[in-house]
Nanobody, 122 residues
């Protein structure tokens, strides 16, 4: 199928920045949308930001103006630039991609990365 590998998480002080990357690999035919989700301890997973193949973006209200999602279609990679980080941004961030992959036919996929920890200290 399609595998997603994330990188870029870590520990940062409040007000700092981090950049997450997520690269998709496999027999990819096309990727429609890619996005970042996060889950903090004791909370439900929530959408942080998403981007379509055409570049349309969507952000959670809590990150608007601080986070920027971008995408390199040639590299099948999505990025999340996180600025002005707050302690409440602490969570495991996971990448998601939906699209189509090749076997003997073209099939749909909906893949997740393993997650990367982002910790923001106050």
């Amino acid at each position: 199928q399609v595998q997603l590998v994330e990188s870029g998480g870590g520990l940062v002080q409040a007000g700092g920045s981090l950049r997450l990357s997520c690269a998709a690999s496999g027999r990819i035919f096309s990727i429609n949308a890619m996005g970042w989700y996060r889950q903090a301890p004791g909370k439900q997973r929530e959408l942080v930001a998403s981007i379509t193949s055409g570049g349309s973006t969507n952000y959670a209200d809590s990150v608007k103006g601080r986070f920027t999602i971008s995408r390199d279609n040639a590299k099948n990679t999505v990025y999340l630039q996180m600025n002005s980080l707050k302690p409440e941004d602490t969570a495991v961030y996971s990448c998601n991609a939906v699209g189509k992959y090749l076997t003997s036919r073209v099939l749909d996929f909906d893949s997740w990365g393993q997650g990367t920890q982002v910790t923001v200290s106050s």
